[in-house]
């Protein structure tokens, strides 16, 4: 999808780097598949390069008690309450193989809460992309209504001169998210997703300190420090923003706010996963 910058409504800012810009075309939908990040071995379609015993869930490694040398779940028809059809559970893996990259311990704690494996996640990614990748799919809103189900809201959003419809799931992992795919004429995939739930009260974002992975999503980062700068992501699932915030707030007793300082914070699927200083 072509860069440029969206936001999830008309009263936020363009924080993204997704959809196409108003005039110009959209991108190709369906561009799920991450390309390799430089310096890394492209993943193969079918699993992750260099997986371990640990995280295949095999003999010694985790969930090996559970599963019994690294037989998935996903494989056990109905156990765990993973059946062989792919829904919202397995979507939800979908999400966190990305994270996984920046945010492995989070995605650990998920997963056990979750009572799936890291065979699992790798599993669910692996169909995911054989179904991006079809030449039987019939495009990718036809796709999330097959995995999620009945969206739970849809709308229609106006973005420049061009008009889509927004469509939002609830994502059981956080609460208070909403995954949201925008979807323009002729129902190309512009942008999809995490997002604060109507109604739901975002975090507080004050300083830099107030950054906590997972805590905030793409537009509440641009509101909170604008004006934030989009940066090319990664990979399509990923987004950057560049903005300044103070470090954090004032020690008692010092001369005033502290100054601003540069940083960098990178998204996955529209979630918060670090923050670096920028330079």
Not at 45 to 56: H, I, K, L, N, R
Not at 84 to 97: C, E, K, N, S, T
């Amino acid at each position: 999808m072509s860069p440029a910058a969206v936001s999830p409504d008309p009263d936020r800012p363009a924080p993204s780097a997704r959809p196409a810009a108003p005039g110009r075309p959209p991108g190709p939908p369906d561009a799920d598949a991450d390309p390799a990040e430089p310096g890394a071995a492209a993943e193969p379609e079918d699993g992750d390069p260099g997986v371990t015993a640990e995280e295949a869930g095999g003999e010694g490694g985790e969930g090996a008690g559970e599963e019994g040398a690294g037989r998935s779940l996903l494989a056990a028809s109905g156990a765990q309450g993973l059946g062989p059809a792919f829904g919202p559970l397995h979507f939800q893996l979908v999400l966190l193989r990305r994270m996984a990259d920046h945010q492995g311990e989070l995605v650990a704690e998920a997963l056990r809460a979750l009572r799936v494996s890291r065979a699992d996640l790798r599993e669910a990614n692996r169909r995911w992309q054989a179904m991006v990748r079809s030449p039987r799919q019939q495009g990718a809103v036809r796709r999330y209504r097959s995995v999620l189900g009945p969206p739970e809201a849809v709308g229609r959003r106006r973005i420049g001169d061009l008009t889509c419809e927004a469509l939002s799931w609830p994502v059981p992992l956080w609460p208070t998210l909403r995954f949201e795919v925008l979807a323009g004429p002729g129902g190309a995939v512009w942008n999809e997703w995490l997002v604060r739930a109507p109604g739901a009260a975002g975090p507080t974002l004050r300083t830099a300190a107030d950054l906590a992975p997972w805590s905030c999503t793409v537009d509440e980062v641009a509101r909170a420090f604008a004006p934030a700068r989009p940066l090319e992501g990664t990979a399509p699932t990923r987004w950057r923003l560049a903005f300044t915030a103070p470090a954090g707030p004032a020690e008692p007793g010092g001369d005033g706010d502290p100054a601003p300082e540069s940083y960098v914070a990178e998204f996955t699927w529209g979630l918060l996963q670090r923050v670096t200083k920028a330079g």
